[in-house]
């Protein structure tokens, strides 16, 4: 099946600091996601990004997917941004999602 | 906004006890998950539902778990006889034709 790798696994940044979060991925993607897992453990969606480029706030995310590979950047990065940050791909319409293993980030005040 | 939602929020349970985990989609999607993620490693699949049918499982999702949507709303999972390595969160979530899925809050599971 497909392989997911994200880098790097861990990230501590002072809070104001900018960060890029990778994750790369080893087959042709249908879908790509990027989620926050917070403290609870929920994950939240934050984006929805099989090619291209979006951006919401402080987030944005780019993937090149003709390079198989997805960044997620973080900007003027706050102690709420802490948790711990899952990419996840399908390769067909629909159907299961296959997570990385996550990069933890700890935003220090 | 939609979300999905899911009960109970945690379940503790005896080991070889059955239990149902609930699940309420977004009301327009048609497509249903569930994954789990034992505690500090990663989300791993069970098994998608699409027109009141299994649609993939993975090698987990053995004969001790079944998964039933028993009216338009509910979309539940049921492990028959829970053993200790079935500790985890378990999300549910759903997904329109436009591919994107939406996870619930998750059901933290202990077996003792």
């Known amino acids: 099946g497909i392989q997911v790798e994200q880098s790097p696994p861990d990230l501590i940044l002072q809070e104001g600091a900018n960060s890029t979060l990778r994750c790369n991925f080893s087959?042709?993607?249908?879908?790509l996601q990027w989620f926050h897992q917070n403290p609870w453990g929920q994950l939240i969606n934050l984006f929805y990004?099989?090619?291209g480029t979006k951006q919401n706030g402080r987030l944005s995310a780019t993937t090149v997917a003709t390079e198989r590979y997805s960044l997620l950047y973080i900007s003027s990065s706050q102690t709420t941004d802490s948790g711990v940050y899952f990419c996840?791909?399908?390769?067909?319409?629909?159907?299961?999602?296959?997570f990385g293993k996550g990069i933890t980030l700890s935003v220090r005040p | 906004e939609p979300e999905v939602t899911q009960t109970p929020s945690h379940q503790v349970t005896q080991m070889g006890q059955e239990v149902i985990l609930r699940c309420v989609p977004i009301?327009?999607?048609?497509?249903f998950y569930w994954y789990r993620q034992i505690l500090g490693q990663k989300v791993e699949f069970l098994v998608s539902?699409?027109?009141?049918?299994?649609?993939?499982k993975s090698e987990i999702f053995d004969d001790q778990f079944s998964v039933e949507r028993p009216d338009g709303s509910n979309f539940t999972l049921k492990i028959r006889s829970t053993k200790l390595e079935d500790s985890a969160m378990y999300f549910c979530?759903?997904?329109?034709?436009?591919?994107?899925?939406?996870f619930g809050p998750g059901t933290r599971l202990t077996v003792l």
């Open positions: 979530a759903s997904s329109s034709t436009n591919n994107e899925q939406f």
């Open positions: 087959d042709s993607v249908n879908n």
């Open positions: 990004i099989p090619s």
């Open positions: 996840a791909v399908n390769t067909g319409a629909n159907s299961k999602l296959t």
């Open positions: 009301s327009n999607h048609l497509y």
């Open positions: 539902f699409y027109n009141n049918e299994i649609s993939e």
